[in-house]
Protein backbone atom coordinates (compact mmCIF):
# COMPACT_ATOMS: atom_id res chain seq x y z
CA UNK A 1 0.00 0.00 0.00
CA UNK A 2 2.86 2.64 0.81
CA UNK A 3 5.47 1.43 -1.95
CA UNK A 4 3.78 0.31 -4.53
CA UNK A 5 5.32 -1.57 -7.32
CA UNK A 6 5.59 0.84 -10.63
CA UNK A 7 6.79 0.55 -14.13
CA UNK A 8 10.40 0.77 -15.04
CA UNK A 9 9.39 3.16 -17.80
CA UNK A 10 7.36 5.65 -16.81
CA UNK A 11 6.97 5.51 -13.14
CA UNK A 12 3.48 5.04 -12.82
CA UNK A 13 1.75 2.27 -10.60
CA UNK A 14 1.41 -0.99 -12.21
CA UNK A 15 -1.61 -2.91 -11.90
CA UNK A 16 -1.98 -6.34 -10.75
CA UNK A 17 -1.81 -8.36 -13.80
CA UNK A 18 1.19 -6.36 -14.67
CA UNK A 19 5.34 -6.62 -14.10
CA UNK A 20 8.12 -4.24 -14.40
CA UNK A 21 6.19 -2.47 -17.06
CA UNK A 22 2.81 -1.34 -17.67
CA UNK A 23 0.89 -2.10 -20.58
CA UNK A 24 1.46 1.20 -22.19
CA UNK A 25 5.14 1.12 -21.87
CA UNK A 26 5.60 -2.62 -23.52
CA UNK A 27 3.10 -1.19 -26.70
CA UNK A 28 5.42 1.56 -26.89
CA UNK A 29 8.79 -0.40 -26.96
CA UNK A 30 11.14 0.31 -30.32
CA UNK A 31 11.40 -3.20 -31.08
CA UNK A 32 13.60 -3.69 -33.99
CA UNK A 33 12.68 -6.75 -35.06
CA UNK A 34 16.75 -7.43 -36.24
CA UNK A 35 16.23 -11.09 -35.77
CA UNK A 36 13.92 -11.27 -38.44
CA UNK A 37 16.97 -9.59 -40.99
CA UNK A 38 20.16 -11.81 -41.51
CA UNK A 39 21.78 -8.45 -42.70
CA UNK A 40 20.16 -6.06 -39.87
CA UNK A 41 22.76 -3.12 -38.40
CA UNK A 42 24.03 -5.87 -35.51
CA UNK A 43 25.23 -7.81 -38.06
CA UNK A 44 27.13 -4.68 -40.08
CA UNK A 45 28.74 -3.32 -37.18
CA UNK A 46 31.40 -6.75 -37.14
CA UNK A 47 31.51 -6.95 -41.04
CA UNK A 48 35.19 -7.51 -42.00
CA UNK A 49 35.79 -8.02 -38.15
CA UNK A 50 35.15 -11.58 -36.87
CA UNK A 51 33.29 -14.28 -38.43
CA UNK A 52 29.95 -14.07 -36.67
CA UNK A 53 26.84 -16.37 -36.94
CA UNK A 54 23.99 -14.02 -35.50
CA UNK A 55 24.11 -11.05 -34.13
CA UNK A 56 20.69 -8.98 -33.39
CA UNK A 57 19.14 -6.72 -30.55
CA UNK A 58 16.13 -6.30 -29.17
CA UNK A 59 15.38 -2.86 -28.72
CA UNK A 60 16.39 0.54 -29.87
CA UNK A 61 18.33 2.72 -27.91
CA UNK A 62 17.59 6.67 -27.46
CA UNK A 63 18.99 9.05 -25.45
CA UNK A 64 15.92 10.23 -22.83
CA UNK A 65 14.06 7.36 -24.43
CA UNK A 66 12.32 4.75 -22.49
CA UNK A 67 14.87 1.95 -23.09
CA UNK A 68 18.22 4.26 -21.44
CA UNK A 69 15.10 4.50 -18.62
CA UNK A 70 15.35 1.20 -18.46
CA UNK A 71 19.01 0.51 -19.14
CA UNK A 72 19.80 3.05 -16.43
CA UNK A 73 17.38 1.50 -13.64
CA UNK A 74 18.90 -2.16 -14.83
CA UNK A 75 22.50 -1.00 -14.34
CA UNK A 76 22.48 1.28 -11.68
CA UNK A 77 19.32 0.98 -9.41
CA UNK A 78 19.47 -2.56 -9.12
CA UNK A 79 16.27 -3.61 -10.73
CA UNK A 80 17.86 -7.26 -12.32
CA UNK A 81 14.01 -7.98 -12.86
CA UNK A 82 14.60 -5.81 -16.00
CA UNK A 83 16.25 -7.88 -17.96
CA UNK A 84 14.89 -11.53 -16.93
CA UNK A 85 11.71 -9.53 -18.27
CA UNK A 86 13.50 -8.53 -22.05
CA UNK A 87 15.52 -12.14 -21.84
CA UNK A 88 12.49 -13.97 -21.31
CA UNK A 89 10.48 -11.41 -23.98
CA UNK A 90 13.57 -11.89 -26.66
CA UNK A 91 13.65 -15.34 -26.25
CA UNK A 92 9.91 -16.30 -27.85
CA UNK A 93 11.57 -14.14 -31.07
CA UNK A 94 14.70 -15.50 -31.08
CA UNK A 95 12.70 -19.17 -31.36
CA UNK A 96 11.90 -18.29 -35.05
CA UNK A 97 15.52 -18.28 -36.05
CA UNK A 98 16.92 -21.37 -37.50
CA UNK A 99 20.12 -20.97 -35.98
CA UNK A 100 18.28 -21.08 -32.53
CA UNK A 101 18.77 -24.77 -32.12
CA UNK A 102 21.96 -24.61 -32.48
CA UNK A 103 23.60 -22.25 -29.68
CA UNK A 104 24.41 -24.03 -26.83
CA UNK A 105 26.11 -21.89 -24.32
CA UNK A 106 24.70 -18.38 -23.42
CA UNK A 107 28.43 -16.05 -22.21
CA UNK A 108 27.60 -13.08 -20.60
CA UNK A 109 30.16 -9.91 -21.55
CA UNK A 110 31.70 -9.68 -17.70
CA UNK A 111 32.93 -7.42 -15.25
CA UNK A 112 36.13 -6.78 -13.70
CA UNK A 113 35.94 -8.03 -10.00
CA UNK A 114 36.67 -4.76 -8.97
CA UNK A 115 33.71 -3.23 -11.40
CA UNK A 116 31.86 -6.43 -9.79
CA UNK A 117 32.09 -5.38 -6.33
CA UNK A 118 31.62 -1.91 -6.65
CA UNK A 119 28.05 -2.57 -8.37
CA UNK A 120 27.32 -5.71 -6.88
CA UNK A 121 25.67 -7.77 -10.03
CA UNK A 122 26.82 -7.62 -13.28
CA UNK A 123 23.60 -6.18 -15.52
CA UNK A 124 23.84 -8.71 -18.31
CA UNK A 125 23.41 -11.60 -15.88
CA UNK A 126 19.66 -11.53 -15.54
CA UNK A 127 18.91 -10.97 -19.07
CA UNK A 128 21.52 -14.19 -19.76
CA UNK A 129 20.13 -16.61 -17.48
CA UNK A 130 16.23 -15.74 -18.98
CA UNK A 131 17.71 -16.29 -22.17
CA UNK A 132 19.14 -19.83 -21.60
CA UNK A 133 16.30 -21.16 -19.48
CA UNK A 134 13.79 -20.05 -22.29
CA UNK A 135 15.90 -21.62 -24.72
CA UNK A 136 16.87 -24.38 -22.87
CA UNK A 137 20.43 -23.74 -23.08
CA UNK A 138 23.81 -23.40 -20.65
CA UNK A 139 24.24 -20.29 -18.87
CA UNK A 140 28.22 -20.37 -18.36
CA UNK A 141 30.04 -17.06 -16.39
CA UNK A 142 33.26 -19.21 -16.19
CA UNK A 143 34.58 -19.18 -19.58
CA UNK A 144 35.19 -15.48 -20.50
CA UNK A 145 36.59 -12.94 -18.06
CA UNK A 146 37.79 -9.60 -17.95
CA UNK A 147 41.83 -9.48 -16.66
CA UNK A 148 41.70 -5.76 -17.07
CA UNK A 149 39.73 -2.53 -14.92
CA UNK A 150 38.75 0.31 -17.47
CA UNK A 151 36.61 3.00 -17.39
CA UNK A 152 32.81 2.71 -18.48
CA UNK A 153 32.94 2.49 -22.29
CA UNK A 154 29.84 5.04 -22.79
CA UNK A 155 32.06 7.67 -21.44
CA UNK A 156 34.81 7.41 -23.40
CA UNK A 157 35.23 8.20 -27.59
CA UNK A 158 35.44 5.89 -30.40
CA UNK A 159 39.40 5.68 -30.15
CA UNK A 160 39.33 5.51 -27.08
CA UNK A 161 36.78 2.69 -27.49
CA UNK A 162 39.14 0.81 -29.25
CA UNK A 163 42.33 1.70 -28.08
CA UNK A 164 43.78 -2.30 -26.46
CA UNK A 165 40.42 -3.78 -25.83
CA UNK A 166 41.20 -7.06 -27.29
CA UNK A 167 43.99 -7.58 -24.10
CA UNK A 168 40.62 -6.47 -21.67
CA UNK A 169 39.51 -10.10 -22.33
CA UNK A 170 40.31 -13.51 -21.71
CA UNK A 171 39.54 -17.24 -21.74
CA UNK A 172 39.68 -20.31 -19.11
CA UNK A 173 38.83 -23.26 -21.32
CA UNK A 174 38.87 -27.27 -21.30
CA UNK A 175 38.26 -30.18 -24.45
CA UNK A 176 34.23 -29.97 -22.82
CA UNK A 177 34.31 -26.10 -24.34
CA UNK A 178 35.53 -27.20 -27.34
CA UNK A 179 33.17 -27.30 -30.99
CA UNK A 180 30.45 -25.19 -29.24
CA UNK A 181 28.52 -22.69 -30.28
CA UNK A 182 28.82 -19.45 -27.89
CA UNK A 183 25.89 -17.21 -27.71
CA UNK A 184 27.48 -13.49 -26.05
CA UNK A 185 25.10 -11.22 -24.69
CA UNK A 186 25.69 -7.85 -23.40
CA UNK A 187 23.36 -4.65 -23.02
CA UNK A 188 23.50 -2.09 -25.48
CA UNK A 189 25.65 -2.51 -28.41
CA UNK A 190 27.34 1.13 -29.87
CA UNK A 191 30.59 0.74 -31.78
CA UNK A 192 31.11 -3.36 -30.94
CA UNK A 193 34.49 -3.20 -29.61
CA UNK A 194 34.15 -4.98 -26.95
CA UNK A 195 31.91 -7.76 -28.22
CA UNK A 196 34.35 -7.55 -30.67
CA UNK A 197 37.16 -8.29 -28.08
CA UNK A 198 34.80 -10.91 -26.12
CA UNK A 199 34.54 -12.87 -29.14
CA UNK A 200 38.20 -13.04 -30.42
CA UNK A 201 38.99 -14.11 -27.10
CA UNK A 202 36.48 -16.90 -27.27
CA UNK A 203 37.63 -17.79 -31.16
CA UNK A 204 40.54 -19.03 -29.40
CA UNK A 205 38.81 -22.07 -28.13
CA UNK A 206 38.98 -24.42 -30.76
CA UNK A 207 35.80 -25.32 -33.17
CA UNK A 208 34.03 -22.26 -31.42
CA UNK A 209 31.52 -20.28 -33.02
CA UNK A 210 30.01 -17.20 -31.82
CA UNK A 211 26.57 -15.20 -32.17
CA UNK A 212 25.56 -11.86 -30.25
CA UNK A 213 22.91 -10.81 -28.68
CA UNK A 214 21.80 -7.26 -26.92
CA UNK A 215 19.12 -6.09 -24.97
CA UNK A 216 19.36 -2.68 -27.03
CA UNK A 217 21.07 -1.18 -29.63
CA UNK A 218 22.08 2.33 -30.54
CA UNK A 219 20.19 4.32 -32.94
CA UNK A 220 22.59 6.11 -34.87
Not at 110 to 119: M, N, V, Y
Not at 183 to 190: A, E, K, Y
Request: proline share 3%; charged share 25%.
Amino acid sequence: MFFPKVCSGCRSVLMTNETVLCTSCRHEMPLTQYHLDAKNEAVKKFYGKIEIEHASAFLYFNKKGIVQELIHNLKYKGHEEIGTVLGHWYAEDLKELKLNNSFEVVIPVPLHPKKFKERGYNQVTAFGKALSESLNLTFDETVLFRKKYSKTQSKKNLLGRSENIESIFDVHFSERNHNKHFLIVDDVLTTGSTLEACSKALLKIPGAKISIVCMAMANS
